[in-house]
């Protein structure tokens, strides 16, 4: 891997887009290999994952504007097909994806968080979907997911206008679910990712597919979608684990339940 570093932390996992002399921009080579970091990833082991950007300068600074301005139409379809396939290949990942965005989130950068399941940043962070001022709409899904995180209104005038956000703008419009210094951005990360992980992994897995499923349906479809997942959850070892833990008398009770992914 020349721009993905992949390092594993106990039960998480941390991808880092690699390439700061370029602010991390995505260009097909990036892409190609955050396909395949994530292909690789031990889900037996991993129950967390934490994507950032190398440096303090940016997370993600766009896809690559000097590799799409000779593309053809059907180049630059066969281009967002790619970025998408690998965004949602992301945003239904088994286990939950966090976004710890330092710097520019711009573009394919901003798409990119979006895919994620909880993004947090530093406070230097700057989110923007700019494309229409370079002549094209956003292509790796940024009419669809700023839409449905942050209101369509809200993403329109963003998308419209091809205006930037500081941080705390983010925050307040509901896109980052929280502000961090820079320097406390990956170890707040790692907490989160830490206390992720050591919850019970098939409970966590389904409650991210409820949830993702959900929002694309009907309420009386998605209650169904759950009840199949929590029906799911009955008879395994975590199950097992965890509600024994709890009906168990004071003194035998332990402060982290061993739980396997069965």
Do not use: H, W
């Amino acid at each position: 891997m020349e721009f993905i570093k992949y390092e594993v932390e106990g039960m998480v996992g941390m991808i880092t887009i690699n390439r700061p002399r370029a602010l991390n921009a995505l260009n097909s080579q990036v892409l190609e290999e955050l396909d395949a970091t994530l292909d690789a990833v031990n889900l037996d082991e991993i129950r967390c994952l934490i994507l950032t950007g190398a440096g303090e300068k940016s997370f993600v600074a766009g896809a690559d504007i000097g590799e799409m301005s000779t593309l053809t139409k059907a180049e630059g379809e066969a281009f967002g097909k790619k970025g998408n396939d690998i965004f949602l290949k992301i945003e239904s990942f088994p286990i939950p994806v966090i976004a710890a965005v330092n710097g520019f989130a711009l573009g394919g950068g901003c798409e990119i968080s979006m895919s994620c399941d909880i993004r947090i940043c530093s406070e230097n962070a700057v989110f923007g979907q700019p494309e229409v001022g370079l002549g094209i709409t956003p292509g790796f899904g940024g009419t669809q997911r700023l839409a449905r995180l942050v209101s369509p209104g809200m993403a329109k005038q963003l998308i419209y206008t091809a205006r930037n956000i500081k941080a705390d703008e983010a925050y307040r419009i509901g896109l980052v679910n929280a502000v961090y210094d820079l320097e406390d951005l990956i170890p707040a990360a790692k907490k989160m990712a830490a206390g992720i992980a050591k919850q019970a992994p098939i409970a966590v897995r389904n409650c991210k597919k409820a949830i993702n499923e959900g929002l694309q349906v009907s309420i009386e479809e998605g209650v169904a979608i759950e009840e199949k997942l929590f029906g799911d959850c009955f008879e395994t070892e975590d199950q097992r684990a965890g509600m024994g833990n709890f009906l168990a008398p004071k003194d035998q009770k332990v402060k982290v339940v061993p739980f396997k992914n069965k």
